[in-house]
């Protein structure tokens, strides 16, 4: 004995969702794609974002340090304060981002000077970030992205000699 759903049996009702379940496996999968891709994106553009904002604040933070005529000791010796300048930004820089030049300048002392006392400095970095995921690689050169930072400050009135 059989039950009757609406005027069908039962057997007929599953014979006919049996032959609309390749229907939606299709539909399924071209959803699920699309929204893969849309959240890979997203992966992407948030991990892109974060790396420029952790590059700018090690600029930032870089061109702080060289506005205070300071010098880093590194190994009981005392660096330049080009090369100190560059420490502070790469000890700032953010994992996994390849810093590809670093150009420190003021406007007196011009490139690879961080200027006298008063002086305004600039510091710039050019960096790539490679991409963590498969949906923005075909947008992009070499599956990274690449960018530039700066930061610019005058310097505080320090002693002259520390140059």
């Known amino acids: 004995m059989t039950k009757r759903i609406s005027g069908t049996r039962l057997p007929r009702l599953l014979k006919r969702n049996q032959s609309s379940r390749g229907q939606a496996l299709i539909e399924f999968s071209l959803v699920a794609l ?7 994106a997203l992966i992407d553009f948030s991990w892109l974002f974060f790396n420029q904002m952790m590059m700018q ?29 560059e420490q502070i930004l790469q000890d700032a820089a953010a994992v996994g981002t390849d810093i590809q030049s670093i150009v420190i300048k003021s406007a007196l002392g011009g ?4 200027g006298g006392p008063g002086d305004t400095v600039t510091v710039q970095a050019v ?13 992009f050169t070499s599956n990274q992205f690449t960018f530039t930072v700066s930061a610019t400050l005058k310097n505080e009135p320090f ?3 520390e140059e």
């Open 159 to 161: 002693p002259a000699s």
């Open 57 to 85: 604040n090690a600029v930032r933070e870089a061109a702080r340090y060289a506005s205070t005529g300071d010098h880093v000791t590194n190994n009981g010796t005392t660096l330049s304060r080009v090369a100190s300048i």
């Open 111 to 114: 490139v690879g000077s961080g």
């Open 127 to 139: 960096c790539d970030v490679p991409l963590l995921t498969f949906a923005l690689g075909p947008f």
């Open 34 to 40: 699309t929204f893969f891709v849309l959240v890979f």
